[in-house]
C-alpha cells in the first residue's frame, strides 16, 4: 500500500520537495489511514463495553480535558515543529536544546496550573442528579500533564525530519493500548466497567505514549546537543506560541463545541449516540486531512519560489481527488449508516440522521478544501485565525439554537454549517490574497487577487 501511495503522490511532491520528504508524507498518508481504522475499531470496543451512557460520560469528560490539555500545550507543538528544524539545519545546538528544555518545563508548569485551579471546583460544585461524578474528572484531569508532554516530545521528533515515528507513539499505541487493555479487564472481571476506569486506562496508555516518545527523542537527538550549554529566546518563543495556541484553541474547541454543549443541554446517552456518529462522519473528511498533509510543505515551497501556476495545478488536483474519495465515503454512510452504527451496540443507530447531516456538511467541504492550508502556509495566518474566530462563534450559536430543540440533529446541523462556512471563508481569502483558486467548482465567483505576502 506504501507503495501505491508513494506512486500515486511521488511524481508531484518529490519533484517539488525532494525523495527523502516524499517518503516522509508517503508515511504519513499511511499513517493517518491506519489510525483511522485503529480509532475506528477502539471505539467500538469501548462502546460495545461501556454502553451508552457510560460512553457518553467518558466522551463528555475528554472533550473537557483534550480543551485543557491545548491550552497546557500553548502552540508548542507547531513551534517546535519549526524551530528544532530550523535549529538543525543552523547546527545551533544551545538554542536546540534550549527550546525543548523550556517547551518541557512550560508544558508541565501549565498542565500542574490547571490541575490545581480545576480540582476545586470539581470537589466544591454540587453534584445533582444526572451528573458527572466527580471521580471522573478527577481522573481526566491526569490526562492533560501526559497528554501534553508527549506532544512536545513528539513534536521536536518531527522537527528532526522524523514525521512517521514522532506521530507513532500517541495516535498507533495509545490507541491499541486502550482497546487490549480495556478489553482485558473486561474479559477477567466481567460486565459492569464504568467511565472511570476506562478514563483511568486512557491515561496509563497516554503515559505509555509518552515513555517511548521520551526513548525516541533521545535516539534521534544528535549527539552535539547534550554536549551544548542551552541558549533561550524565552520572549520570541512566548509570542510565537501565542499565536499558534490560538490558532489550535480555535480548532479544538469548534472540534468539541458539539459534543461539550450536548453534555450541558442534553444527557450523557445522546452524547455517548452523538460521539459516535461524528466519529463516523469523520471518515468523509478523512480525505481531505490527508490532502492538507501531503499539500501542506508544497504550498510552502512553490508560493516561496513564486511558481504559481504549478501550486495552483496542485491545488486543483488535490481538490478532485479530495472530492471524488469524500463522495465515495458519503455514499457509503448514506447507503449502510444504519448497520454501520448497529455494530457499536443497540442504541447507536439512533444516531443515523446525525451521521448523514454531519457526512453531507463535510462532504461540502471539500468543495473549498484547501484555503485554510494556503493561508496558514503563505504567511496569512492571521486571517486563518480570524475565520477560526467567527466559526467557533457561530458554531456555539447554532448549537446552543438547535439543540434544546433538535438534539444530537441539531448539534450535527450546527457543526455542518459552521465547517461549512469556515471551509469556504479560507478559500475566498485563499484566492484573494495569494491568487491561488482553492475551490473545486466556485472559482468563477470568488475573487482572485494578486499575491500577498
Known amino acids: 500500500m506504501r507503495g501505491t501511495i508513494r506512486t500515486f503522490l511521488g511524481r508531484e511532491i518529490d519533484s517539488v520537495l525532494g525523495r527523502p520528504i516524499g517518503r516522509n508524507l508517503a508515511g504519513t498518508f499511511v499513517l493517518k489511514i491506519a489510525s483511522v481504522i485503529l480509532l475506528f475499531l477502539n471505539s467500538i470496543v469501548m462502546a460495545r463495553i461501556l454502553g451508552a451512557g457510560d460512553y457518553g460520560v467518558y466522551s463528555f469528560v475528554m472533550a473537557w480535558v483534550s480543551i485543557g490539555s491545548m491550552v497546557a500545550l500553548f502552540g508548542l507543538d507547531r513551534l517546535l515543529v519549526r524551530e528544532v528544524a530550523a535549529f538543525v539545519a543552523k547546527s545551533e545546538w544551545g538554542l536546540l536544546r534550549g527550546i525543548l528544555g523550556w517547551s518541557s518545563r512550560r508544558a508541565l508548569l501549565l498542565s500542574i496550573a490547571i490541575i490545581a485551579c480545576a480540582t476545586p471546583v470539581i470537589l466544591f460544585t454540587p453534584i445533582r442528579e444526572g451528573t458527572i461524578a466527580p471521580g471522573a474528572y478527577l481522573i481526566g484531569l491526569l ?24 506521530q507513532i507513539p500517541e495516535f498507533i499505541l495509545r490507541p491499541f493500548l486502550l482497546a487490549t487493555s480495556l478489553t482485558a479487564i473486561r474479559l477477567l472481571a466481567g460486565p459492569g466497567i464504568g467511565a472511570e476506569p476506562a478514563l483511568a486506562l486512557n491515561v496509563a496508555a ?39 495556541l490560538f490558532l489550535s484553541g480555535m480548532h479544538i474547541l469548534s472540534s468539541r463545541t458539539d459534543t461539550v454543549m450536548l453534555g450541558i443541554l442534553r444527557t450523557p446517552e445522546e452524547v455517548g449516540v452523538y460521539a459516535i456518529a461524528a466519529r463516523g462522519a469523520w471518515f468523509a473528511f478523512l480525505a481531505l486531512v490527508c490532502a492538507n498533509i501531503v ?12 511558481e504559481i501556476s504549478r501550486l495552483q495545478s496542485l491545488v486543483r488536483r488535490m481538490s478532485r481527488v479530495t472530492f471524488l474519495v469524500s463522495l465515495f465515503v458519503w455514499g457509503f454512510l448514506v447507503m449502510v449508516g444504519g448497520p454501520f452504527l448497529a455494530v457499536f451496540g443497540p ?21 473549498a478544501p484547501s484555503g485554510g492550508i494556503l ?14 474566530t467567527f466559526a467557533v462563534i457561530l458554531n456555539v450559536a447554532l448549537n446552543g439554537i438547535l439543540i434544546p430543540r433538535y438534539g444530537i440533529e441539531g448539534a450535527a446541523a450546527a457543526t455542518a454549517v459552521s ?28 475573487p482572485r487577487g494578486r499575491r500577498r505576502r
Request: aromatic share 10%.
Open 143 to 166: 490526562f492533560i500533564p501526559a497528554a501534553a508532554l508527549t506532544r512536545v516530545l513528539q513534536s521536536a521528533i518531527q522537527g528532526l525530519c522524523r514525521v512517521v515515528p514522532g
Open 206 to 244: 497516554m503515559t505509555a505514549a509518552l515513555g517511548v516518545s521520551f526513548a525516541l527523542l533521545r535516539r534521534y537527538l544528535p549527539e552535539k546537543v547534550s554536549e551544548t550549554k542551552p541558549e533561550y529566546r524565552s520572549a520570541d518563543w512566548r509570542r510565537s506560541g501565542r499565536m499558534l
Open 295 to 306: 499539500l501542506g510543505p508544497a504550498v510552502s515551497t512553490l508560493f516561496a519560489g513564486g
Open 347 to 367: 442504541e447507536f443507530p439512533g444516531g443515523y440522521r446525525a451521521l448523514v447531516i454531519l457526512a453531507t456538511g463535510l462532504l461540502l467541504c471539500t468543495q
Open 375 to 388: 493561508l496558514i502556509m503563505t504567511g496569512h495566518e492571521k486571517r486563518a485565525a480570524r475565520g477560526a
Open 419 to 446: 465547517s461549512l462556512f469556515l471551509n469556504l471563508y479560507a478559500a475566498f481569502y485563499a484566492g484573494k490574497l495569494t491568487g491561488i483558486d482553492a475551490t473545486l467548482l466556485l472559482g468563477s465567483v470568488f
